[in-house]
C-alpha cells in the first residue's frame, strides 16, 4: 500500500517498477489494445489507484484534486496506458458521487474501484451523432421499472462492458433535451445485442448496440427521471477536466518526436523548410493549449467546471493532434504505404499510420469540430444558435 503523507513520490516509484513489468509483456506500441489497456487497469486497481479522491467510506483515499492532477500528469509522463475503465473512473464514478443515491454508491462504485466490471457510454445515436437532444432511444415505466428500446453507436468498449450508462428518454411527449434520463443498464440484460464496427486501423473499438425490450429494474436511474441533460453535461466537465491532462501531454511527446523525425528525414533544404515551419507553427499551437490546459486544471482544482474551456481545448488539442499526425505520415516516405498492422522490421512505420488514422476519429468522437464550434460561438462569442444543432 503506498503512503498518503508521501503519496506522489512513493506513486512514481510504483509506475516506474510496474510499467517495466507491463512493457516486458506489451510493447509501447501496444499501449492502444485492449490486452494492454485490461492488464494495466487491473494492477491500478489492485495498487489502490483509481478512487483517489473518492470518500474513505467507498474505498477512497480523499486526496485532493490538485493530487490527482499531479497523478495523471506522472502517468502521462511516464508513458503509460490509458486504463481499460477510464470511462468509468473520468466519468461515471465522480457523477455516481455528485448524484447517485446511497443505493447506488455501494452498487456500484466497488465494481469500478476493483476492476470487476467495465462500463461504456451510450449517448450517440444513428442519424443523430453528436447532437444529444434527439436521443431517439426510449425506455417506458412498467410495474417493476423500466422498458428499453432503441439503438446507441460508436460505443467504446460495448463488446467489453459489463454496465452502461446511458442517454434515455423516459418522457415519449419531449422534446429536445427535455425528457431525458441518464439511466444504468445492465449489458448483460436479455435483449441487449453488440455489434462491433470495424475501423479504418483494423481494430473494433466501436460499436454498434440495440436495446430490444431491455428490462431495467428501478433504481437505475441516476438523479430523477426527465434530469438526464443536466447530468450528463455535468459528466462531460469531469472528462474535460482533470482527465484531459494526459492527453496534452501525449501531444508534447508526440510533437518532440515529430522534430526528431523531421532531423532524421533526408529532404532537400528547401523542403526541411517547409517542413520546419509547419513545425513551428504546431509547437506555437501546442504551447496555447498547454496554456489553456493549465487554466482548467487550475478551475478544477479550486472546485469550478472548465464550462467552455472546455469545449475549446477538445477543438484545440484534436485538430492539432491530427495535424501533427499527417506531418509524421509525410516524413515516412515510402514506409507510408504499409499499413497499420505491419509487424517487424515495420513496427515503427505501422504505429505512425496507426496513430494517424486513429487521429480522424479525434474530431468526432466526445464531441464533433462542429459541435464545439457551435459551443464556442453560441455561449462565448454570442452568435445566434444554430437550429440545425442542439449542442
Not at 486501423?201 to 433504481?219: I, K, Q, R, S
Request: glycine content about 8%; hydrophobic content about 40%; aromatic content about 6%.
Amino acid at each position: 500500500m503506498i503512503r498518503t503523507e508521501h503519496f506522489l513520490e512513493d506513486a512514481e516509484a510504483w509506475l516506474r517498477t510496474a510499467l517495466a513489468q507491463l512493457r516486458a509483456e506489451h510493447p509501447d506500441t501496444a499501449s492502444h489494445t485492449p490486452e494492454c489497456r485490461q492488464t494495466w487497469n487491473r494492477m491500478l486497481c489492485e495498487a489502490g489507484l483509481v478512487a483517489l479522491t473518492w470518500p474513505r467510506e467507498y474505498g477512497g483515499r480523499e486526496l485532493p484534486t490538485a493530487t490527482l492532477i499531479a497523478f495523471h500528469e506522472l502517468c502521462a509522463r511516464l508513458r503509460a496506458p490509458q486504463p481499460i475503465n477510464s470511462i468509468a473512473h473520468a466519468i461515471l464514478a465522480p457523477t455516481l458521487l455528485r448524484f447517485g443515491t446511497a443505493e447506488q454508491k455501494a452498487l456500484f462504485l466497488p465494481g469500478i474501484r476493483d476492476g470487476s466490471e467495465i462500463w461504456c457510454q451510450g449517448y450517440s445515436e444513428p442519424q443523430t451523432g453528436s447532437d444529444l437532444s434527439s436521443v431517439r432511444t426510449r425506455a417506458r415505466p412498467e410495474a417493476a421499472g423500466w422498458r428499453v428500446d432503441g439503438r446507441k453507436i460508436w460505443t467504446t468498449q460495448a463488446h467489453l462492458a459489463t454496465w452502461c450508462f446511458a442517454l434515455v428518454r423516459t418522457d415519449p411527449a419531449s422534446r429536445a433535451h427535455r425528457g431525458l434520463s441518464f439511466m444504468l443498464i445492465d449489458m448483460r440484460a436479455e435483449g441487449v445485442r453488440v455489434e462491433p464496427i470495424r475501423q479504418m486501423t483494423g481494430e473494433a473499438d466501436y460499436n454498434e448496440v440495440l436495446f430490444e425490450a431491455v428490462a431495467v429494474p428501478e433504481g437505475r436511474i441516476l438523479g430523477e427521471p426527465g434530469e438526464g441533460w443536466r447530468i450528463a453535461m455535468a459528466a462531460a466537465e469531469y472528462e474535460r477536466g482533470i482527465y484531459f491532462m494526459p492527453r496534452v501531454v501525449q501531444l508534447e511527446d508526440e510533437l518532440d518526436e515529430l522534430e526528431a523525425a523531421l532531423a532524421r528525414a533526408p529532404l532537400a533544404p528547401a523542403e526541411r523548410a517547409v517542413h520546419a515551419r509547419r513545425v513551428q507553427d504546431l509547437a506555437d499551437a501546442c504551447q496555447v493549449i498547454r496554456w489553456r490546459v493549465d487554466r482548467v486544471l487550475r478551475q478544477v482544482a479550486a472546485g469550478d467546471t472548465p464550462g467552455i474551456d472546455g469545449a475549446m481545448l477538445k477543438l484545440m488539442w484534436s485538430e492539432t493532434r491530427q495535424q501533427v499526425w499527417e506531418q509524421r505520415v509525410e516524413l515516412l516516405g515510402e514506409a507510408a504505404v504499409l499499413g497499420p498492422q505491419a509487424g517487424a522490421p515495420y513496427a515503427g512505420a505501422a504505429s505512425v499510420q496507426r496513430e494517424f488514422l486513429w487521429s480522424r476519429a479525434e474530431t468526432i468522437v466526445a464531441g464533433t469540430s462542429e459541435i464545439q464550434r457551435n459551443i464556442v460561438g453560441e455561449r462565448l462569442l454570442g452568435l445566434p444558435k444554430d437550429r440545425g444543432q442542439h449542442a
